[in-house]
């Protein structure tokens, strides 16, 4: 079983690996900054770790964007967060590089298909302002991170991605990559989901 930890715990090499991708990541994500079908995937390589991030509206997984009002969205948020967090199903590194996936982190404004991530319901049938954003706007992304350990780091050369099978509603994935081989970016799609590094 995946161990889930706080974004926070992610080593610290592996958060400095990530944000070596942040400027081509936030160059496409000045393109489009919330766009419905589309989202964006930052991947980093540093030594033998492998670091995903994906960063996409709740549209994409669920169909909405607001918190879960009924049973049926409560149960479809559950659902889409598990989905995200067997990594393992969702991103098929290179076998010869031997990658282990060792850590997940899944940060929604209502984890658990309705609480919200500073730990309270919410029923949106009150009026009151808050000092804190759950995309209640009408816009709420959702961040996903793995981290990877790969036994031959050399041979990691592509990422197979089933995020377009698992997400239907999901139509591009714009991704940005640095490795010790450069960095780079692809637009991926159904049907050429595969990231080469």
């Known amino acids: ?15 400095a690996a990530l944000l070596a991708v942040s400027p081509l990541a936030q160059a496409q994500h000045a393109h489009g900054a919330h766009e419905h079908g589309v989202a964006h995937l930052s991947v980093a390589t540093d030594g033998g770790e492998l670091l995903i991030e994906l960063t996409t509206p709740l549209d994409n997984l669920v169909g909405f964007e607001h918190a879960p009002r009924t049973a049926a969205q409560r149960k479809a948020m559950a659902a889409a ?3 995200l ?21 899944v940060e ?13 319901k919410h029923d949106h049938k009150h009026d009151h302002k808050h000092d804190h954003d759950h995309g209640d706007d009408g816009h709420a ?13 050399a041979a990691l050369e592509r990422i ?7 997400f239907p509603r999901l139509r591009e994935l714009r991704a940005a990559h640095a490795s010790g081989r450069g960095q780079g970016s692809a637009v991926l799609k159904p049907g050429a989901a595969a990231l080469k590094l």
Do not use: K, N
């Open 108 to 120: 929604s404004p209502w984890p658990q298909g309705g609480e919200q991530a500073d730990g309270h």
């Open 81 to 83: 967060e598990q989905r």
């Open 160 to 166: 197979d991605t089933a995020l377009f099978d698992a």
């Open 1 to 15: 079983m995946t161990r889930i930890p706080a974004r926070s715990t992610l080593s610290a090499l592996g958060c």
């Open 85 to 105: 967090r067997e990594g393992g199903a969702l991103f098929a590194p290179s076998t010869a590089a031997g990658c282990a996936l060792r850590e997940v982190s």
């Open 141 to 153: 992304d959702l961040v996903a991170s793995y981290r990877f350990e790969c036994s031959a780091p």
